[in-house]
Each structure stands twice: as structure tokens, then as C-alpha cells.
């Protein structure tokens, strides 16, 4: 059986928190070349890993969700990732719990 082989790289977003160890790693293994991926994004809810993101050339972007916005800035999330062909979202240590209708 023949394998199929792909030119197509999958776009991957990272969701992130305040926490840095999980950004730093995968960012770092990316930048190494373990991962056949493009990072274009990264996406929180706080700005503490804004200068990692950006040391590594990734767009970083935060998004202020309480109980109150969760719905409006879930729906912002979307379409940046709509917007950016994002392929895969992996969640490095964000703490938010993503409703239903995000998922």
C-alpha cells in the first residue's frame, strides 16, 4: 500500500494563559523543527506571554472573557481563526472553559 505524503502544512494556533512553560516549549520545538506546522497565532485571555509570543514572530492576540462576554469573545475567536485558515487549536495550559457552541 502506497503512503500518502502531503506538501500541506496545517496552521496551528496556541491558546495559552498565564502560565509560560507550555508556550516556551512548543514554540521552541517548533522553531527547532520537530513540529511540521505553521504558528501564525497565539491567542489568551491575559497578556503575560505577549513577549513570548512575539520573540518567537507570533502574532498575539488576547481576548477579555468573563461570564458576562464569554459568548462575544468566543464568537471574535472564531472568526480570527476563520480569518488566520487556522487548522488546529491547541490548548497550552488555558485555563478558560470553552462552551459547547465553541467547541
Known sequence: MESAVSDYTPRLAVFVSKLPHCIYDLLARW???EFRVEIPLVVSNHADQRAVA????V??????????????????????LEEQRIDVVVLARYM????????
Open 31 to 33: 522553531r527547532m523543527g
Open 54 to 57: 512575539e520573540s518567537f514572530g
Open 96 to 103: 478558560q472553559v470553552l462552551s459547547p457552541e465553541f467547541v
Open 59 to 80: 502574532d498575539f492576540r488576547t481576548f477579555a472573557i468573563t461570564s458576562e462576554t464569554k459568548a462575544k469573545e468566543e464568537a471574535r475567536i472564531v472568526e480570527l
